[in-house]
């Protein structure tokens, strides 16, 4: 029987993630998808966080991904961090799918930013000023010849739980609300998030995370910054 194991990434694997986000994102208009340079530059900024950055390692070769990075949500006296240049996307141009069927996973876009923050003990940066830590979810790969099998849903959740492991609250993404709903995640505008995509309605989702103490910490709100590479996709 073919082993899945589900593991973060490590130095060794850049190569292979690369690959299947070339796989799973492929156009015909671009020799490199976006979504690999978002990775690449994320990989080297402040929002990285490498526990989180999860692998579906199948019969021994990497052929899954999701990615959670560092997101900042700030009221709106407190937005002072460089948001995405140009317009908000539109339906069409947003990274709502592609990288695997939505049977399977879909491409998810978040943001990343943590500049400034202090870290805790459970590894979530305090809160600064008028701005809350949270996470977001994307992007989201399988690679073709091993989509429609279990492997998308897999590497999200494995990734949403070490999330949760963190003591991590929130996490947003952008993508299929019938695939996504399976995670809990539900209208991010509902619960008071706003970014560039909130115009786009169910896409824009959002999720709570169970606290791992007896605590129910107040739900963040407000709107969701996110860094220049994202800008990009």
Do not use: N
């Not at 909130?198 to 910490?217: C, I, K, M, V």
């Amino acid at each position: 029987m073919t082993t899945l194991r589900l593991r973060p990434e490590d130095p060794a694997d850049t190569g292979a993630i690369r690959r299947v986000l070339a796989a799973a994102f492929a156009r015909p208009d671009v020799a490199t998808p976006p979504e690999v340079r978002l990775v690449e530059e994320l990989r080297g900024g402040d929002a990285w966080l490498p526990e989180l950055a999860m692998v579906a390692e199948y019969g021994g070769e990497i052929v899954g991904y999701a990615l959670l990075t560092r997101v900042t949500v700030c009221s709106a006296a407190a937005s002072v961090t460089a948001r995405p240049g140009g317009s908000a996307p539109t339906a069409g141009s947003a990274p709502a799918g592609g990288g695997v069927p939505a049977g399977d996973g879909a491409l998810t876009a978040g943001s990343a930013l943590a500049g400034g923050s202090t870290r805790t003990g459970g590894g979530v940066p305090a809160r600064v000023g008028g701005s809350v830590p949270a996470l977001a979810l994307g992007p989201v790969a399988v690679a073709p010849h091993r989509q429609r099998i279990g492997l998308g849903t897999a590497v999200v959740q494995a990734a949403l739980d070490a999330a949760t492991e963190l003591d991590e609250r929130l996490v947003v993404v952008l993508g299929d609300p019938a695939y996504y709903r399976r995670f809990g995640f539900s209208r991010a505008d509902r619960m008071g998030l706003t970014s560039p995509w909130s115009g786009l309605g169910e896409p824009w989702q959002a999720l709570l995370l169970p606290p791992t103490d007896s605590g129910e910490p107040p739900t963040p709100h407000g709107e969701v910054l996110f860094p220049p590479p994202w800008s990009k996709v």
